[in-house]
């Protein structure tokens, strides 16, 4: 049985995006493979956050990975500043990169682009990443493709730390979903769905009603000619929606355009919000039972015990394979 590790930062309400192109995908993983799910708290830190919206961030996180299907019986779900092997696997890896590697990252070059003042944080937080994942023996990374760099990074990290020291960590294979990667702005959809877009219409968050569902898919962009095709090119915002309504149904993309062929825009995105609506709904009605039951924080303290004893034994051969400490 393979190990999967994924995180996730806590840094506001999950997207249809996240859920379509991430979490769907890890209820599935559970069932034949050894998975660790990790809110990503510290990551989070890198930009100013207040204290109580990112500790009601992290519940919430944590209360929408078990309502979509993550089952603590059968996967380790933790906070990450909860677990101290993160931070201090951190510090090891940060000492094996290098700045020009860091400097490279298109993440950090997006975020500290234009700014007076930018937090040391920004650019060495890829080495506390690859410290989340190699503290686990990780065999498989399932991300989206912007942090495709960050774990070809992690790889190069691994691959050099076990050639200065100590042949000790896996090298993580990167996983991409092949379809629904990347689920699309639904008002400007060359970009990717993002809960940071400042413009709410943009994006379906898992917990809004079924009312605001239904508006923002009414009024997502398409174009003009009302004809039901994909073609992410030349109809990005329809084939954005084909997505979306394929993704909730279990339905072929070529089925649906088929399907809609000789109808509207109008019929089309309604069937697409009632789809959304329909995978959504359980979701917000279990969300609502765990948010501030003593069910989820047992949860949380049994993931950080179980994470701690698995990640213990790696930090300490990782400390003793560069020479801190006193045992020999």
Known sequence: MKRIFSGIQPSGTL??????????????????????FCIVDQHAITVPQDRLELRRNTKSLAALYIASGIDPERSTLFIQSEVPAHAQLAWI?????????????????????????VSSALLTYPPLMAADILLYGTDIVPVGEDQKQHLELTRNLAERFNRLYNDIFTLPEVRIPKVGARIMSLTEPDKKMSKSNENAKSYISMLDEPKIIRKKI???????????????????????????FSLCTGRSIDDLVLDYQDKGYGEFKADTAEAVVAVLEPIQKRYEELINSDELDLILDNGAEKAQAASYKMLKKAEKAVGLGRKR
Not at 106 to 114: E, I, L, M, N, Y
């Open 15 to 36: 997207t249809l995006g996240n859920y379509l192109g991430a979490m769907k995908h890890f209820v599935d993983l559970q069932n034949d493979h050894d998975c660790f």
């Open 93 to 117: 890896m940060q000492c094996v990169s290098y700045i020009g590697e860091l400097e490279r990252m298109t993440q950090f070059k997006d975020k500290s682009s234009g700014k007076e003042a």
């Open 218 to 244: 009414k009024s997502a962009v398409t174009d003009s000619d009302q004809q039901i095709a994909f073609d992410p090119d030349q109809k990005p915002g329809v084939s954005n929606l084909l997505t979306i």
